[in-house]
Nanobody
Framework: QVQLVESGGGLVQPGGSLRLSCAAS????????MGWYRQAPGKERELVAT???????NYADSVKGRFTISRDNAKNTVYLQMNNLKPEDTAVYYC???????????????WGQGTQVTVSS
């Protein structure tokens, strides 16, 4: 079991910045992927950015050049630096952790509670 605790959300004006943090605890596998997804009102949850333990990253096109995902493997923590925020970035942001379990050939997937990010003037 993996627990994820998120922090850093809040209200910011367009063009501003926020940094989200997510700390994982529990049965952490060395080989894993952590990342951020978001869900805006009336929309499906969508990928924002992910990062493997090795540092391979993936970003949604809408945030490329503005958001940066990073992680501290020693702390089992992933960060999302969000710059030049836009109103369309407003959403609940969810931290995600997953790893592949070789024995049963399944991906084990865990979610944080979510943190609200509101971009408004």
């Amino acid at each position: 079991q993996v627990q994820l605790v998120e922090s850093g959300g809040g209200l910011v004006q367009p063009g501003g910045s926020l940094r989200l943090s997510c700390a994982a605890s529990g049965s952490i596998f060395a080989i894993n992927t952590m990342g951020w997804y978001r869900q805006a009102p009336g929309k499906e949850r969508e990928l924002v950015a992910t990062s493997t333990n090795a540092g391979d990253t993936n970003y949604a096109d809408s945030v490329k050049g503005r958001f940066t995902i990073s992680r501290d493997n020693a702390k089992n923590t992933v960060y999302l630096q969000m710059n030049n925020l836009k109103p369309e970035d407003t959403a609940v942001y969810y931290c995600n952790y997953n790893h592949y379990h070789n024995l049963d050939r399944r991906v084990y997937n865990y979610w944080g509670q979510g943190t609200q990010v509101t971009v408004s003037s």
